[in-house]
């Protein structure tokens, strides 16, 4: 009997997949149309936001860039056939007073012996950026910008409200002090008393020989810039600034809150507690008027406590309560092993929380700690109900101008614009940062 057995000796080549399958029509297919239900859904969801982008771009653009007054921009809609005000968007308004929802009453050299000092916050900005850049690409940028970083703090101030150059020297030689009285008395005393002296010594220092130091040098080499007052400030800039300094403080103040609320000492766990607690309670628009009129109440007579400066710290204390609490649900999260583990290398408490605790701990609560500074940059808005003008508080003052009287769309698309780049560019850096971070296999 013959073996008429047939066995392959050379493989086929594999095939393309089917056009259907792959590429935008697969994606479609499978995300959009995979079922009957699915395809009608899709359908129905696509006229319907087709519908609101066509109303949005025929209200939107619109040639009014250049209209110096809602009336001028109404006589641009009857000539375009455009039913009223509400039928298109007016955005002269933005070409016109866009310099004062960025910068509010900061001086700009309209008034008579006034000079333009809006270079100063537009220079701040930019030194941020480079102040900020071996702190969030820290792989990306060399590592001696990191110097710049801690006199940055230093810098901003000055720049804002200007003054003489000695005063942010001054401040700044009170921790150079502080760290060499540390260093000196710790290696003798042990590191508890030479932190306590450390501090003792910085704010004797700021305290009562800072300022009469500060106000010699300057009457010897008056260098400076022209002072500003904070009433002057306004728009993005005022946002801007309280965000970032609240964003900056909060975060390792919340730190020391969660571990002190998990410490095992009664007085700082209750007080650590208390003050969350507390915090957490409280509305912020509530601390921003205890901020505003009842702080003075508890000052010395004749203390002129900077309003900027009381806000600031309101909005750091409310926000790293939230952080304290983002920041124990990571603590929370780590197996007991890697406490144990820390144990066993013969690690005490800090250094345990500084190499292996908290770096894992801060890397599970990333979405936490980015959600609570969007929130905490949105809510600078609300410094409008105490007299700070941010930017919605400047859209009341603009429309109160009779040129612009009835325009509202405008002015709050564009500042919602403004707030959405700062907001979604802190989104996507905490993804950029928790790809990187990622260890684990997914």
Same mark, same amino acid.
């Given at each position: 009997?013959?073996?008429?057995?047939?066995?392959?000796?050379?493989? $086929?080549?594999?095939?393309?997949?089917?056009?259907?399958?792959?590429?935008?029509?697969?994606? $479609?297919?499978?995300?959009?149309?995979?079922?009957?239900?699915?395809?009608? !859904?899709?359908?129905?969801?696509?006229?319907?936001?087709? &519908?609101?982008?066509?109303?949005?771009?025929?209200?939107?653009?619109?040639?009014?860039?250049? /209209?110096?007054?809602?009336?001028?921009?109404?006589?641009?809609?009857?000539?375009?056939?455009?039913?009223?005000?509400?039928?298109?968007?007016?955005?002269?308004?933005?070409?016109?007073?866009?310099?004062?929802?960025?910068?509010?009453?900061?001086?700009?050299?309209?008034?008579?012996?006034?000079?333009?000092?809006?270079?100063?916050?537009?220079?701040?900005?930019?030194? !941020?950026?480079?102040?900020?850049?071996?702190?969030?690409?820290?792989?990306?940028?060399?590592?001696?910008? =990191? *110097?710049?970083? *801690?006199? %940055?703090?230093?810098? &901003?101030?000055?720049?804002?409200?200007?003054?003489?150059?000695?005063?942010?020297? #001054?401040? /700044?030689?009170?921790?150079?002090?502080?760290?060499?009285? *540390?260093?000196?008395?710790?290696?003798?005393?042990?590191?508890?008393?030479?932190?306590?002296?450390?501090?003792?010594?910085?704010?004797?220092?700021?305290?009562?020989?800072?300022?009469?130091?500060?106000?010699?040098?300057?009457?010897?080499?008056?260098?400076?810039?022209? @002072?500003?007052?904070?009433?002057?400030?306004?728009?993005? &800039?005022?946002?801007?600034?309280?965000?970032?300094?609240?964003?900056? #403080?909060?975060?390792?103040?919340?730190?020391?809150? /969660?571990?002190?609320?998990?410490?095992?000492?009664?007085?700082?766990?209750?007080?650590?507690?208390?003050?969350?607690?507390? =915090?957490?309670?409280? @509305?912020?628009?509530? $601390? $921003?008027?205890?901020?505003?009129?009842?702080?003075?109440?508890?000052?010395?007579?004749?203390?002129?406590?900077?309003?900027?400066?009381?806000?600031?710290?309101?909005?750091?204390?409310?926000?790293?309560? %939230?952080?304290?609490?983002?920041?124990?649900?990571?603590?929370?999260?780590?197996? +007991?092993?890697?406490?144990?583990?820390?144990?066993?290398?013969?690690?005490?408490?800090?250094?345990?929380?500084?190499?292996?605790?908290?770096?894992?701990?801060? +890397?599970?609560?990333?979405?936490?700690?980015?959600?609570?500074?969007?929130?905490?940059?949105?809510?600078?808005?609300?410094?409008?109900?105490?007299?700070?003008?941010?930017?919605?508080?400047?859209?009341?003052?603009?429309?109160?101008?009779?040129?612009?009287?009835?325009?509202?769309?405008?002015? *709050?698309?564009?500042?919602?614009?403004?707030?959405?780049? #700062? #907001?979604?560019?802190?989104?996507? %850096?905490? &993804? %950029?940062?928790?790809?990187?971070?990622?260890?684990?296999?997914?």
């Amino acid at each position: 009997m013959s073996d008429i057995s047939f066995v392959r000796k050379d493989m $086929l080549p594999p095939k393309e997949p089917p056009a259907s399958e792959v590429g935008v029509l697969g994606w $479609l297919k499978v995300n959009l149309f995979s079922t009957w239900l699915n395809s009608l !859904l899709s359908v129905v969801a696509l006229a319907f936001v087709s &519908m609101v982008i066509y109303k949005l771009l025929s209200w939107a653009l619109v040639p009014t860039w250049h /209209a110096k007054s809602l009336s001028e921009c109404r006589e641009i809609f009857a000539a375009l056939g455009k039913d009223g005000h509400n039928s298109a968007a007016c955005w002269g308004v933005i070409r016109d007073r866009w310099p004062q929802l960025l910068f509010g009453f900061y001086p700009n050299g309209a008034e008579e012996g006034v000079s333009d000092q809006r270079w100063r916050p537009v220079l701040d900005l930019l030194l !941020l950026g480079v102040a900020m850049a071996p702190v969030l690409f820290s792989e990306k940028v060399p590592r001696k910008l =990191i *110097y710049f970083t *801690y006199v %940055y703090p230093f810098i &901003m101030p000055w720049l804002l409200w200007g003054g003489p150059i000695w005063t942010p020297i #001054c401040i /700044a030689a009170g921790f150079v002090i502080a760290y060499v009285v *540390y260093r000196v008395l710790g290696n003798i005393f042990g590191s508890l008393v030479g932190l306590v002296a450390a501090v003792a010594t910085a704010l004797v220092w700021w305290l009562f020989l800072s300022g009469p130091i500060a106000s010699g040098l300057a009457s010897i080499l008056p260098i400076g810039l022209e @002072p500003v007052a904070s009433r002057q400030f306004g728009g993005m &800039m005022l946002s801007i600034t309280i965000g970032v300094v609240a964003i900056a #403080c909060s975060l390792p103040l919340g730190i020391l809150l /969660a571990l002190g609320r998990q410490s095992d000492l009664l007085i700082v766990k209750s007080l650590c507690v208390g003050f969350i607690e507390f =915090i957490r309670g409280v @509305p912020l628009i509530t $601390l $921003l008027f205890v901020a505003s009129t009842l702080l003075n109440i508890f000052m010395p007579p004749g203390t002129n406590f900077d309003i900027i400066m009381r806000v600031i710290i309101m909005a750091t204390l409310f926000a790293s309560a %939230y952080m304290a609490e983002v920041i124990r649900g990571g603590l929370a999260a780590l197996p +007991k092993g890697q406490y144990e583990g820390a144990d066993s290398l013969g690690l005490d408490y800090w250094q345990a929380q500084r190499l292996i605790i908290m770096p894992q701990a801060l +890397k599970i609560s990333i979405p936490g700690i980015v959600s609570t500074f969007i929130g905490l940059f949105k809510d600078t808005t609300l410094v409008s109900v105490i007299g700070l003008l941010d930017p919605l508080g400047l859209t009341n003052a603009i429309r109160a101008d009779a040129a612009w009287n009835g325009v509202v769309w405008e002015l *709050y698309g564009f500042i919602a614009f403004m707030f959405f780049v #700062c #907001c979604f560019s802190m989104s996507r %850096y905490s &993804m %950029y940062l928790e790809r990187k971070l990622q260890t684990g296999h997914r």
